[in-house]
């Protein structure tokens, strides 16, 4: 194990560590946090609509809805102004982390991403309309499209407002930029400066839908062709179980070396499966139903039902060790992280039991949320319990938060305990062989 370890300290972490700190991943990263807010705004709106519409009338109980008819108003516009648009948002979160990695002015640089964004949309829409009994078919200009602006459009907004926020960036680095007088006030010059920039990027990117409308116009616009070919296939990939056990293998890999795991891992974490939850909480909001959602595994379906107290499942160790250990050293910092723990926060016992780089704990670490996955992928995919299609904040205490995620299908907390008790039998193994040693032989 120390020879592993020491090899994987020389090989692994070093390449790991620059993944992390990498500016343009960071850039993504960052961009999906600032997003944070407006998703989670949405997502309330959407669960509240839940609680006083949609669960009550599968009930019959329509008198919850009459008498709560004004809040599922205010939640609808609420949600049209958050997750409808989710993909605008992203657009301009992304050219600002972007311009701000490149140290440049980042409020240009998300305005300059975000018009970059409504370039590549349609400018039309069709709708079919019935006049004195006839239906007849009504073309107009100037609409943009909700499907395009919500989560379906996410890749669009990442790859669009990337080229053009590096675009933009990168041509005020070389100084081509018109420069003013000292005398003109900062942000009139800040504003010129970024005019010829922000001229190219634009051009650029309005020249690349011209000739996706001209040349490919089976598909017509950049966000069809980003979403038949990248889209649909990085979320058809992210659904299949060897990548749901992947990820959450190097989350748990990355945190015993001491990396943060979901930072390094946020790409692939917020760039898939976040959009795979969104979909399904706009999914819900429009259909009213479970039937049919898009996505069996999302990004709180981790949070429900494997890293219940963190990655890794710690609160199940912190159960084990102030039930199974007779050493004081453990037994206190497991008491000292319970609170915390509770909360889904367990850096109290990753670096002060520790796990990181403990070998006694390194097996457990990686194999139990592992486990929970497939256990968690496979009874969700046999429809016994729905996948995750609210997002509610990540602090919630486990076994509730999969309660909510799921809907409040009890069958969701159900298999969220039932994880839980498997992970505490697993830990407390591996707790017990800690207690035949001392804090130096680990």
Same mark, same amino acid.
């Given at each position: 194990?120390?020879?592993?370890?020491?090899?994987?300290?020389?090989?692994?972490?070093?390449?790991?560590?620059?993944?992390?700190?990498?500016?343009?991943?960071?850039?993504?990263?960052?961009?999906?946090?600032?997003?944070?807010?407006?998703?989670?705004?949405?997502?309330?709106?959407?669960?509240?609509?839940?609680?006083?519409?949609?669960?009550?009338?599968?009930?019959?109980?329509?008198?919850?809805?009459?008498?709560?008819?004004?809040?599922?108003?205010?939640?609808?516009?609420?949600?049209?102004?958050?997750?409808?648009?989710?993909? $605008?948002?992203?657009?301009?979160?992304?050219?600002?982390?972007?311009?701000?990695?490149?140290?440049?002015?980042?409020?240009?640089?998300?305005?300059?991403?975000?018009?970059?964004?409504?370039?590549?949309?349609?400018?039309?829409?069709?709708?079919?309309?019935?006049?004195?009994?006839?239906?007849?078919?009504?073309?107009?200009?100037?609409?943009?499209?909700?499907?395009?602006?919500?989560?379906?459009?996410?890749?669009?907004?990442?790859?669009?407002?990337?080229?053009?926020?590096?675009?933009?960036?990168?041509?005020?680095?070389?100084?081509?930029?018109?420069?003013?007088?000292?005398?003109?006030?900062?942000?009139?010059?800040? $504003?010129? $400066?970024?005019?010829?920039?922000?001229?190219? $990027?634009?051009?650029?990117?309005?020249?690349?839908?011209?000739?996706?409308?001209?040349?490919?116009?089976?598909?017509?616009?950049?966000?069809?062709?980003?979403?038949?070919?990248?889209?649909?296939?990085?979320?058809?990939?992210?659904?299949?179980?060897?990548?749901?056990?992947?990820?959450?293998?190097?989350?748990?890999?990355?945190?015993?070396?001491?990396?943060?795991?979901?930072?390094?891992?946020?790409?692939?974490?917020?760039?898939?499966?976040?959009?795979?939850?969104?979909?399904?909480?706009?999914?819900?909001?429009?259909?009213?139903?479970?039937?049919?959602?898009?996505?069996?595994?999302?990004?709180?379906?981790?949070?429900?039902?494997?890293?219940?107290?963190?990655?890794?499942?710690?609160?199940?160790?912190?159960?084990?060790?102030?039930?199974?250990?007779?050493?004081?050293?453990?037994?206190?910092?497991?008491?000292?992280?319970?609170?915390?723990?509770?909360?889904?926060?367990?850096?109290?016992?990753?670096?002060?039991?520790?796990?990181?780089?403990?070998?006694?704990?390194?097996?457990?670490?990686?194999?139990?949320?592992?486990?929970?996955?497939?256990?968690?992928?496979?009874?969700?995919?046999?429809?016994?319990?729905?996948?995750?299609?609210?997002?509610?904040?990540?602090?919630?205490?486990?076994?509730?938060?999969?309660?909510?995620?799921?809907?409040?299908?009890?069958?969701?907390?159900?298999?969220?305990?039932?994880?839980?008790?498997?992970?505490?039998?697993?830990?407390?193994?591996?707790?017990?062989?800690?207690?035949?040693?001392?804090?130096?032989?680990?």
């Amino acid at each position: 194990m120390k020879n592993f370890t020491e090899w994987m300290e020389r090989n692994f972490v070093p390449v790991a560590a620059k993944i992390g700190s990498q500016k343009h991943l960071v850039a993504i990263r960052d961009s999906f946090i600032a997003t944070m807010p407006i998703t989670m705004a949405g997502s309330i709106a959407v669960l509240l609509n839940a609680l006083v519409r949609d669960i009550p009338g599968e009930y019959g109980w329509t008198f919850i809805s009459s008498t709560f008819a004004w809040l599922i108003g205010i939640n609808g516009f609420v949600w049209f102004g958050t997750l409808a648009v989710l993909s $605008a948002v992203l657009t301009f979160a992304v050219g600002y982390n972007f311009a701000q990695a490149y140290d440049v002015n980042p409020v240009a640089g998300g305005l300059i991403s975000f018009s970059a964004f409504v370039i590549t949309l349609p400018q039309g829409a069709s709708f079919v309309t019935e006049i004195e009994g006839v239906e007849h078919a009504v073309s107009g200009w100037g609409f943009l499209g909700v499907s395009y602006l919500n989560t379906g459009g996410i890749f669009t907004a990442l790859v669009v407002g990337m080229i053009a926020a590096i675009i933009y960036s990168k041509l005020m680095n070389a100084n081509i930029i018109i420069k003013l007088p000292d005398e003109v006030p900062p942000a009139v010059s800040r $504003a010129f $400066a970024a005019i010829i920039p922000g001229l190219v $990027a634009l051009y650029v990117v309005a020249t690349a839908a011209w000739a996706v409308a001209t040349y490919i116009p089976d598909y017509g616009t950049i966000p069809d062709l980003i979403s038949h070919y990248l889209q649909q296939p990085f979320m058809a990939l992210s659904q299949n179980i060897v990548s749901v056990v992947i990820i959450t293998l190097f989350v748990s890999l990355f945190w015993f070396f001491g990396l943060h795991g979901p930072n390094v891992l946020a790409p692939a974490l917020d760039g898939i499966y976040l959009p795979a939850l969104t979909e399904n909480v706009d999914y819900y909001q429009l259909k009213g139903t479970t039937e049919g959602l898009p996505h069996l595994w999302t990004r709180g379906s981790f949070d429900a039902f494997s890293w219940m107290g963190g990655s890794g499942s710690t609160l199940a160790l912190i159960i084990a060790v102030l039930i199974l250990s007779k050493r004081a050293d453990q037994r206190a910092v497991a008491t000292y992280a319970l609170p915390m723990g509770l909360f889904n926060i367990n850096e109290p016992v990753l670096f002060g039991l520790p796990i990181v780089l403990n070998p006694v704990y390194f097996i457990p670490f990686l194999l139990v949320p592992v486990i929970q996955v497939v256990i968690a992928y496979s009874v969700t995919k046999a429809g016994i319990v729905p996948p995750v299609h609210f997002n509610v904040p990540w602090v919630l205490p486990p076994v509730i938060y999969a309660f909510m995620a799921t809907g409040f299908s009890f069958a969701g907390a159900l298999l969220s305990i039932v994880n839980i008790g498997i992970a505490i039998v697993i830990w407390g193994a591996f707790v017990l062989v800690a207690n035949r040693m001392g804090p130096e032989e680990q």
